[in-house]
């Protein structure tokens, strides 16, 4: 079992940055592959960026070079930097832990980009 919370969110004008977090309640963190995803309205969930265990990395292509996401195994916790931030990436931002078959969703943070 893993109980996730994202935090971070909020309102940032374009060109800014916000750093999310997700803090995830297992003893097992570091088996876990950690993703974010994000929901606009209207559209379909799609991924953000997702690490790997062996911190392996991998983005979605409209943030490829913004966006950085990392782990802390110590902390259950893993990041996402965001950089360069543009009204298109206004979404609802989740966190999603997976091993074997399980996966495991937070309940999201809202990230607003607006002037």
């Known amino acids: 079992q893993m109980q996730i919370e994202e935090s971070g969110g909020g309102l940032v004008q374009p060109g800014g940055s916000l750093k999310l977090s997700c803090a995830a309640s297992?003893?097992?963190?570091?088996?876990?592959?950690m993703g974010w995803y994000r929901q606009a309205p209207g559209k379909q969930r799609e991924l953000v960026a997702r690490i790997t265990p062996g911190r392996m990395t991998n983005y979605g292509d409209s943030v490829k070079g913004r966006f950085t996401i990392s782990r802390d195994n110590v902390k259950n916790t893993v990041y996402l930097q965001m950089n360069s931030l543009k009204p298109e990436d206004t979404a609802v931002y989740y966190c999603?832990?997976?091993?074997?078959?399980?996966?495991?969703w937070g309940r999201g943070t809202q990230v607003t980009v607006s002037s």
């Open positions: 999603k832990g997976t091993y074997a078959l399980a996966e495991y």
């Open positions: 297992t003893i097992s963190f570091s088996f876990y592959t």
